[in-house]
């Protein structure tokens, strides 16, 4: 078996990767256990050293990565830029805080001494998707790498030159041999992966069918796991927002990567009195932005990851249309041997619609109608998923309650699109997963949280 990449802005295939028998991948993992039993030993000053010059590398080379990741998956090339300097980012954070998170804490009982440490647990399996091929691995390493684990990445099968890239990452900056190893295989090998004696954990970012399937193998193997699963944000557009800045974020979140993010907008639930006007401004900005070469500076939206991937978006968009969603902007394929997919605005959008009821991974944004606030916070909660949603609002005070009490998702935000950041955790509930990542929480997920007491 190979893994291929293929440019999915032309369809030409870029190159083959043999892909490593199972063997070899036992193999990898026992030499990632040795290399822990002693990476697990040194001090978190050693392990910044390492981690400050894997950020320097990074921002060393972000161009030829963001070249990369704009051939193998279609991401514009300056977002590609930006993505690299956020995974340096996270590395730095991770080399300044990671000691502080895990400090051991004293607990008054009446032992002598008592005391919660953070120990590493081993190797840990990363499951990464191909729509942010570097930061989707990086928000994890750098933890791992900083809480002493050591990890084994199986990238999207799409993304190969990516997931080669970051190992040699890895090694350019010194780490020790097999802490991080990348392994060529396809998802059929997985579960034979979590098998593996020396597998202590493991973390998807993926959909929610393969995390399903994930959870299930883990479950089995009394195995930790950490999934972050798709989503259906919410955006919710009151009567009082600045309706120009409310239409530019939306647009903004959702397109960036080309609309295939799990925390890009996707429902703007817009109260009634200002959703014509919103739709407007909406899909004007929606018009403005330019379909084209990734690697073109102007271009705003590059082709969809794959065409297989751009055809079922159009199917849910199709079928939405069906059950009576009116198009206003975009929902037709241009011709060609490509995977472009143009952005797409669709309005009238009620449940039972895939636009309404499913996850859109591409440019297309569903508009609907909110009888008021409290009609427009239940559509927002009116799903499966729960991973980020976004309330604008010229009250900011009334923003932050409904954020902080009132949506139901992982990350909550006010005037502003849902991103990630080092500093905070980022995560799901309901269909959208569990644990966290980032911040102190995510360094503390992969650790055993162990409990010292002396009399």
């Not at 998707?129 to 691995?137: E, G, K, R, Y």
């Not at 990348?182 to 998802?187: E, F, I, K, N």
């Not at 249309?321 to 952005?343: D, Q, R, S, T, V």
């Not at 360094?443 to 010292?452: A, H, L, P, S």
């Given at each position: 078996m190979k893994l291929t990449s293929v440019n999915p802005a032309t369809g030409q295939k870029?190159?083959?990767?043999?892909?490593?028998?199972?063997?070899?991948?036992?193999?990898?993992?026992d030499q990632s256990h040795q290399a822990w039993l002693e990476w697990k030993n040194t001090s978190f000053e050693e392990r910044a050293v390492l981690l400050n010059k894997m950020a320097d590398l990074l921002l060393s080379r972000k161009e030829e990565f963001g070249l990369l990741m704009a051939t193998e998956m279609g991401k514009p090339f300056r977002e590609g830029?930006?993505?690299?300097?956020?995974?340096?980012?996270?590395?730095?954070?991770?080399?300044?805080?990671?000691?502080?998170?895990?400090?051991?804490?004293?607990?008054?009982?009446?032992?002598s001494k008592s005391y919660v440490s953070f120990q590493p647990i081993g190797v840990v399996l990363a499951i990464m998707?191909?729509?942010?091929?570097?930061?989707?691995?990086f928000r994890f390493l750098a933890p791992a790498l900083a809480a002493g684990n050591c990890g084994v990445l199986k990238h999207a099968s799409n993304v190969p030159g990516c997931a080669v890239a970051i190992e040699e990452?890895?090694?350019?900056?010194?780490?020790?041999?097999?802490?991080?190893?990348?392994?060529?295989?396809?998802?059929?090998?997985?579960?034979?992966?979590?098998?593996?004696?020396?597998?202590?954990?493991?973390?998807?970012?993926?959909?929610?069918?393969?995390?399903?399937?994930?959870?299930?193998k883990a479950g089995s193997l009394?195995?930790?796991?950490?999934?972050?699963?798709?989503?259906?944000?919410?955006?919710?557009?009151?009567?009082?927002?600045?309706?120009?800045?409310?239409?530019e974020t939306c647009v903004s979140s959702r397109l960036i990567n080309n609309g295939q993010s799990c925390i890009a907008a996707k429902r703007f639930i817009v109260v009634e009195p200002v959703i014509e006007k919103f739709t407007n401004l909406f899909v004007d900005k929606m018009k403005a932005k330019k379909m084209g070469d990734p690697l073109d500076p102007a271009t705003d939206i590059g082709p969809q990851a794959r065409a297989d991937l751009r055809d079922e978006l159009h199917s849910q968009v199709?079928?939405?249309?069906?059950?009576?969603?009116?198009?206003?902007?975009?929902?037709?394929?241009?011709?060609?041997?490509?995977?472009?997919?143009?952005?797409?605005?669709?309005?009238?959008?009620?449940?039972?619609?895939?636009?309404?009821d499913e996850e859109l991974f591409g440019p297309v944004a569903a508009i609907i109608s909110a009888k008021d606030e409290n009609d427009a916070i239940r559509i927002a909660n009116d799903s499966m998923f729960g991973l980020g949603a976004a309330v604008f609002t010229s009250d900011p005070g009334k923003g932050e309650e409904i954020a902080a009490t009132r949506l139901q998702a992982g990350s909550?935000?006010?005037?502003?699109?849902?991103?990630?950041?080092?500093?905070?955790?980022?995560?799901?509930?309901?269909?959208s997963g569990y644990g966290r990542e980032l911040g102190d929480f995510g360094?503390?997920?992969?650790?055993?949280?162990?409990?010292?007491f002396i009399r």
């Open positions: 870029l190159h083959e990767y043999p892909s490593h028998p199972i063997a070899e991948v036992n193999s990898k993992i830029v930006a993505e690299i300097e956020k995974c340096a980012t996270c590395c730095t954070y991770y080399a300044r805080h990671a000691k502080e998170h895990l400090r051991d804490q004293l607990i008054q009982t009446e032992a998707p191909w729509n942010f091929p570097f930061w989707q691995v990452v890895v090694k350019q900056s010194g780490f020790p041999d097999h802490v991080f190893q990348t392994l060529l295989v396809g998802s059929a090998m997985v579960e034979k992966i979590m098998e593996h004696p020396f597998i202590q954990a493991v973390t998807l970012t993926g959909s929610t069918a393969a995390g399903k399937q994930v959870a299930r009394v195995k930790k796991s950490v999934l972050e699963l798709g989503g259906s944000d919410a955006y919710i557009v009151l009567e009082d927002a600045d309706l120009e800045r409310a239409a199709q079928d939405s249309i069906a059950k009576g969603a009116k198009c206003k902007l975009g929902g037709e394929i241009p011709p060609g041997n490509h995977a472009f997919y143009p952005p797409t605005v669709l309005t009238n959008v009620t449940p039972g619609m895939p636009a309404y909550c935000f006010v005037n502003e699109r849902v991103q990630s950041d080092s500093r905070l955790p980022f995560g799901g509930i309901r269909q360094i503390r997920e992969f650790v055993n949280i162990k409990t010292v």
